[in-house]
């Protein structure tokens, strides 16, 4: 037992090394742009104190948008089924001295009956997890690096070391947001500093290294960071999750990867909210409980005949 305990504890250790490495970038381009552009090089060398002052009010605001939308999806954890979705203690037990997989599916299908469920697997059996031992709510997904069912699962991140999902979507897009400004914002503020060093404009100093390298690792993060969050907004207005870009969800009548599409405002709605004033703030405004999302279904459900769906409208179940 102690080994795989020792080994758990060093692997959670682990895991918070990208986190770590991010971290310790950003505070070095806090004291290379605060300390050696604008305090030393701006103020001292070039004597600019309106650049100096506006470069600083813009660069702290984006700073901490960035840093509270990056903590906020660090340590907001993913939601996990309700008690709801776990089997009843009679049918759990039934389910598992059942050997018959089709057996063990009635007994989901019968549980199944009373929650809200319109995906199942690519089989068409009722989405069953059975190291949870829970059944799936539509877009819910086990990973199997924080070894729980979370809800919307869209993917594991290991730059935030948490899984993206229903509780911290939205906190992920302004992460990926807030760190393209912030690295934008550096590079364009820097790039007349980082041609004056290189063209010997400026007077040899330890500012040159911190300018130089700023401009080399702003300029990356930017066009690193760009393709995800331009793949994200897309995803957003297509209310799809990562999982589901890849594996479209499976409804009773079939695939269906617009399954989730409401429409483009609705689909953003769906993960900022309705009120447009808290869009940019890193403050959960995503619609739903995570559990059941309202569905594009265009077919009356058989096994229900007495639910009307209508095509774009809203059937909760
Ligand atoms: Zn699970
Ligand atoms: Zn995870």
Same mark, same amino acid.
């Given at each position: 037992?102690?080994?795989?305990?020792?080994?758990?504890?060093?692997?959670?250790?682990?895991?918070?090394?990208?986190?770590?490495?991010?971290?310790?970038?950003?505070?070095?381009?806090?004291?290379?742009?605060?300390?050696?552009?604008?305090?030393?090089?701006? @103020?001292?060398?070039?004597? !600019? =104190?309106?650049?100096?002052?506006?470069?600083? *009010?813009?660069?702290?605001?984006? +700073? /901490?948008? #960035?840093?509270?939308?990056?903590?906020?999806?660090?340590?907001?954890?993913?939601?996990?089924?309700?008690?709801?979705?776990?089997?009843?203690?009679?049918?759990?037990?039934?389910?598992?001295?059942?050997?018959?997989?089709?057996?063990?599916?009635?007994?989901?299908?019968?549980?199944?009956?009373?929650?809200?469920?319109?995906?199942?697997?690519?089989?068409?059996?009722?989405?069953?997890?059975?190291?949870?031992?829970?059944?799936?709510?539509?877009?819910?997904?086990?990973?199997?690096?924080?070894?729980?069912?979370?809800?919307?699962?869209?993917?594991?991140?290991?730059?935030?070391?948490?899984?993206?999902?229903?509780?911290?979507?939205?906190?992920?897009? @302004?992460?990926?947001?807030? !760190? =393209?400004?912030?690295?934008?914002?550096?590079? *364009?503020?820097?790039?007349?500093? +980082? /041609?004056? #060093?290189?063209?010997?404009?400026?007077?040899?100093?330890?500012?040159?290294?911190?300018?130089?390298?700023?401009?080399?690792?702003?300029?990356?993060?930017?066009?690193?960071?760009?393709?995800?969050?331009?793949?994200?907004?897309?995803?957003?207005?297509?209310?799809?999750?990562?999982?589901?870009?890849?594996?479209?969800?499976?409804?009773?009548?079939?695939?269906?990867?617009?399954?989730?599409?409401?429409?483009?405002?609705?689909?953003?709605?769906?993960?900022?909210?309705?009120?447009?004033?808290?869009?940019?703030?890193?403050?959960?405004?995503?619609?739903?409980?995570?559990?059941?999302?309202?569905?594009?279904?265009?077919?009356?459900?058989?096994?229900?005949?007495?639910?009307?769906?209508?095509?774009?409208?809203?059937?909760?179940?």
């Amino acid at each position: 037992m102690a080994p795989t305990h020792v080994l758990r504890c060093c692997q959670r250790g682990l895991a918070w090394i990208p986190v770590i490495f991010i971290a310790l970038v950003v505070c070095w381009s806090y004291y290379a742009y605060v300390v050696e552009l604008c305090l030393f090089l701006l @103020l001292m060398t070039v004597l !600019s =104190l309106f650049h100096a002052v506006v470069y600083l *009010a813009v660069f702290h605001v984006s +700073f /901490i948008m #960035f840093v509270w939308s990056y903590w906020k999806t660090i340590f907001t954890r993913p939601s996990t089924p309700s008690k709801e979705f776990c089997l009843p203690k009679s049918e759990k037990e039934q389910y598992e001295k059942e050997q018959r997989p089709e057996t063990q599916q009635e007994i989901l299908k019968r549980v199944a009956t009373s929650l809200p469920l319109y995906t199942r697997t690519g089989a068409g059996a009722i989405r069953y997890c059975d190291r949870c031992q829970v059944i799936k709510p539509d877009r819910c997904h086990h990973c199997s690096a924080c070894d729980m069912c979370v809800l919307k699962m869209d993917h594991h991140c290991p730059w935030v070391n948490n899984c993206v999902g229903f509780s911290n979507y939205k906190f992920f897009i @302004l992460f990926l947001t807030y !760190s =393209l400004v912030y690295c934008l914002f550096i590079a *364009a503020s820097v790039l007349q500093y +980082f /041609i004056k #060093f290189w063209t010997s404009d400026l007077p040899e100093s330890h500012a040159k290294f911190h300018v130089l390298f700023l401009f080399f690792v702003a300029a990356m993060f930017c066009i690193s960071i760009l393709s995800l969050f331009t793949y994200h907004l897309w995803l957003v207005g297509k209310n799809r999750s990562t999982i589901e870009a890849f594996r479209a969800p499976v409804f009773r009548n079939g695939p269906d990867k617009n399954g989730f599409s409401l429409g483009f405002s609705k689909n953003i709605a769906q993960v900022f909210g309705d009120q447009k004033l808290y869009w940019l703030l890193p403050v959960f405004t995503s619609q739903g409980d995570g559990f059941s999302f309202p569905t594009r279904l265009v077919t009356v459900d058989p096994e229900q005949p007495t639910e009307c769906l209508q095509p774009g409208g809203l059937d909760k179940g």
